[in-house]
């Protein structure tokens, strides 16, 4: 049996993981918040925005409600931000205030954009690729694939980041995976 | 939509990352590190491109670009196979570049081979398993292809962070 492309997408997700995941393992509330430049997300941010995005891009695909709204999340996190905020387009200002309560709660929010993301793959075959589903923004639809490429590239580039950041605060060999 | 064609996507999105993060900076700002031990822009942009052209080239059974189109020259480097694991900091502050215009050429040149290669793989393919007893289990080429994706994608992201750090926010859309 040759391998799918949603084995594709588990393979890339679950190995992208332990990054995300080292890089938040023990960090404290001023790591977690830190910003190397006026301007610059933090780590913070980067795990809550790309966990927006994912969850954003597999509803749509899915077909289903944002795990952020549905599993009480909003409240959870108290940012304070309209419901189906992702991030995109934040301000300097709105991007140096953002605190999330507690590493625990950004992870957990994180797992549980993973696990809807896992159910989603279970139940899609590579005929669904070529599902038309609702465009990121506008009226239009897209492929399904497009969607799901989109959720990977986005993904991998923020967990890149937020390895790199970890490595910056904490200097070299911090990441052992 | 085969698995290949989803690499062979998810390339593209690393090569078109990295034109816009690149294009048009100095060498200064490419070679600048924001802290001790950390990677620069054109270490990261020449890393993950060997790391390409090692991991997709080895896959394909073709020579790899760096020698044989002469690469390792623009960058003043011997012909080995070397694509920066393990170098200590002090080898990758010291490293530099020509431009960016060489970080960007040296990418789409190992892009159009490795682009070259995945039009060829079968979906039956992606399933071989490599000769590699040095892994349990031994990784296939799906898998390999899936770490290349990864490495490429995380450090596209990396490169993207930096320019941001060293030009301000705003800079993807100006």
């Known amino acids: 049996m040759s391998t799918s492309v949603s084995d594709f997408v588990r393979q890339l997700l679950d190995r992208n993981e332990p990054y995300l995941l080292g890089a938040l393992e023990g960090i404290d509330p001023d790591m977690l918040h830190r910003q190397p430049g006026p301007e610059s997300n933090s780590i913070a941010w980067l795990v809550w925005h790309l966990s927006r995005v994912q969850d954003n891009h597999v509803s749509a695909m899915a077909g289903r409600d944002h795990v952020w709204i549905t599993g009480g999340w909003v409240e959870r996190m108290g940012l304070g931000l309209d419901p189906m905020d992702r991030g995109r387009g934040h301000t300097p200002e709105q991007i140096a205030a953002f605190r999330v309560p507690s590493v625990s709660a950004l992870m957990d929010y994180y797992e549980a954009v993973r696990d809807a993301t896992g159910t989603f793959l279970d139940e899609m075959d590579d005929a669904a690729l070529e599902r038309q589903v609702p465009a990121v923004s506008g009226d239009g639809t897209v492929p399904l694939a497009q969607r799901l490429e989109m959720t990977l590239t986005d993904g991998l580039q923020h967990t890149g980041q937020v390895a790199y950041l970890r490595g910056l605060f904490e200097g070299r060999g911090w990441l052992a995976v | ?174």
């Open chain 2, 1 to 174: 939509m085969e698995g290949a064609a989803l690499i062979a996507q998810g390339l593209d999105r690393i090569a078109g990352s990295l034109e816009r993060s690149l294009t048009g900076v100095s060498v200064d700002e490419l070679c600048r590190v924001p802290g001790e031990g950390t990677n620069s822009m054109a270490w990261l942009a020449w890393h993950l491109t060997r790391v390409q052209d090692d991991h997709l080239m080895n896959l394909a059974g073709r020579p790899l670009a760096w020698a044989e189109e002469g690469w390792h020259e623009r960058f003043g480097m011997p012909a080995e196979n070397d694509f920066g694991m393990g170098w200590p900091p002090e080898q990758v502050q010291a490293f530099t570049c020509e431009s960016a215009e060489v970080l960007l050429a040296h990418h789409r040149a190992v892009l159009a081979r490795s682009k070259a290669y995945l039009a060829t793989v079968t979906p039956g393919d992606l399933d071989r398993v490599l000769d590699e007893p040095q892994w349990d289990p031994r990784p296939t080429v799906g898998v390999r292809l899936v770490s290349v994706i990864s490495d490429n994608t995380q450090h596209a992201g990396q490169i993207a962070y930096l320019r941001g750090l060293f030009g301000g926010y705003g800079w993807q859309r100006s």
